[in-house]
C-alpha cells in the first residue's frame, strides 16, 4: 500500500519521534524563524510537516488547531485533515542542533522510543488487470 504526493511515493503511515527534550531554561528568542512554530510562536520539538503546503509547525499546534477548525491556520479556505501531517526530520534535525550549539554541546537525555504510528488512509482499491491475452499459435508447417 502506498500513496503519491508530488510524484513521491511515501508509505501509508508515519512514524513520529519523540519530541526532543529541551532544557527548561533555554532561551529560544533568538531561534531562526524556520525553527519556530507559527502558531505557537516557540521552538518547535515535534514539528510536523502539513503536505499539502509544505509549511512545517509544532505537532500539537496543528493538531490541535485542525480538531477546532479544520482548516489551514495560514490559509483558511483550504480544507486540512490529521491524514494530510507527516514528521519533518529535517527541521527537527535543525532545532536539535540549534539547541545543542546554545547548550554547550549538552541537552538532557532524549527518549529512544518513537512516538505514535500514525496510519494515512488507504488508497481506493483497484480492479485486477485483465489476464494478458496468450500469444498466437505458429502458423501450421507444410
Do not use: K, Y
Request: proline share 18%.
Amino acid at each position: 500500500r502506498v500513496f503519491t504526493f508530488l510524484g513521491t511515493s511515501m508509505a501509508p503511515g508515519s512514524r513520529w519521534p519523540a519530541p526532543i527534550l529541551l532544557p527548561s531554561d533555554l532561551d529560544d528568542t533568538d531561534a531562526p524563524d524556520a525553527l519556530v512554530c507559527p502558531i505557537t510562536q516557540e521552538l518547535m520539538t515535534e514539528p510536523a510537516l502539513v503536505i499539502t503546503t509544505g509549511r512545517t509547525f509544532q505537532r500539537d499546534a496543528i493538531t490541535r488547531w485542525i480538531s477546532e477548525n479544520g482548516t489551514c491556520p495560514l490559509r483558511r479556505n483550504e480544507p486540512l485533515s490529521l491524514a494530510d501531517l507527516a514528521p519533518n526530520l529535517a527541521v527537527r534535525q535543525m532545532v536539535e542542533s540549534w539547541a545543542r550549539e546554545r547548550c554547550g554541546g549538552v541537552l538532557p537525555p532524549q527518549p529512544t522510543e518513537p512516538g505514535p504510528v500514525r496510519v494515512a488512509p488507504s488508497p481506493p482499491a483497484r480492479e485486477s488487470p485483465a489476464p494478458a491475452r496468450p500469444a498466437p499459435a505458429p502458423p501450421p508447417t507444410p
